[in-house]
């Protein structure tokens, strides 16, 4: 069983607030991953980090930013929340050994902004 | 830029019958290609990963093949059950990330 874990499960906010999703694995991981799934659509990577202090945006655009400064920790902070942000957050993490790099999701996020 | 279809967008039958589910990619140039299992509300669970070398994995009623020349790949479900009704999502490598397809829901009716 995969052991990571996000927080908040559900979190509805208004307009122009701040907020922090986050997301802790126990299991030494060094990359971590944060995806954006939309209800019945396509995950789509917005955030990656392969090791403390190393973080990259993803495929999609995205308004939010991440930071990696210990290996089980990665949240990711909306500075100023909009109705276009209500979405899934999904975080994940990996190692990659000789049997290949299978990944691990949390539970994910809801985010409602009204 | 990796492309990935999942054919059909859905599906629905009765308990016992077999399930195939289809992934095809459009750029064969991948590490591994995994299979995942994702329940309403809930985050995704690593079912199957092949790796690119490998032609097809296995795990209990579960068996995933992969024609990498093809860019394919198939889910097959044996003797179903209500309890594998979920969305089922194919994911392939390229290093360091993954591109998802749409997902195929499935549901088995008792």
């Known amino acids: 069983e995969a052991d990571i874990y996000q927080t908040p499960r559900y979190l509805v906010i208004g307009t122009g607030k701040k907020i922090t999703l986050e997301c802790s694995q126990t299991?030494?991981?060094?990359?971590m991953y944060w995806y954006q799934q939309d209800p019945g659509m396509e995950l789509h990577l917005i955030h990656y980090s392969y090791g403390v202090n190393s973080t990259e945006k993803g495929d999609l655009s995205s308004e939010s930013t991440v930071s990696r400064i210990r290996t089980e920790h990665f949240p990711l902070t909306l500075e100023s929340a909009r109705p276009s942000h209500t979405s899934q957050y999904l975080c994940a993490s990996s190692r990659t050994t000789g049997s290949g790099n299978t990944i691990y999701f949390g539970e994910g996020s809801w985010l409602t902004v009204v | 830029k990796q492309e990935v279809t999942q054919i059909p967008a859905a599906l629905s039958v009765p308990e016992g019958e077999n399930l195939v589910l289809n992934c095809s990619f459009t750029?064969?140039?991948?590490?591994?290609l995994q299979w995942f299992r994702q329940d309403p509300g809930k985050g995704l669970t690593s079912l199957l990963l092949i790796q690119s070398s490998q032609r097809e994995q296995t795990s209990g009623r579960l068996n995933a093949s992969l024609d990498k020349s093809s860019g394919r790949s198939t889910l097959y479900i044996a003797a179903s059950q209500p309890g594998d009704s979920a969305t089922y999502l194919c994911a392939v490598s390229n290093d360091y990330k993954l591109s998802f397809g749409a997902g195929t829901t499935v549901t088995v009716r008792a």
């Open positions: 750029d064969s140039a991948i590490y591994n």
């Open positions: 299991m030494g991981h060094d990359k």
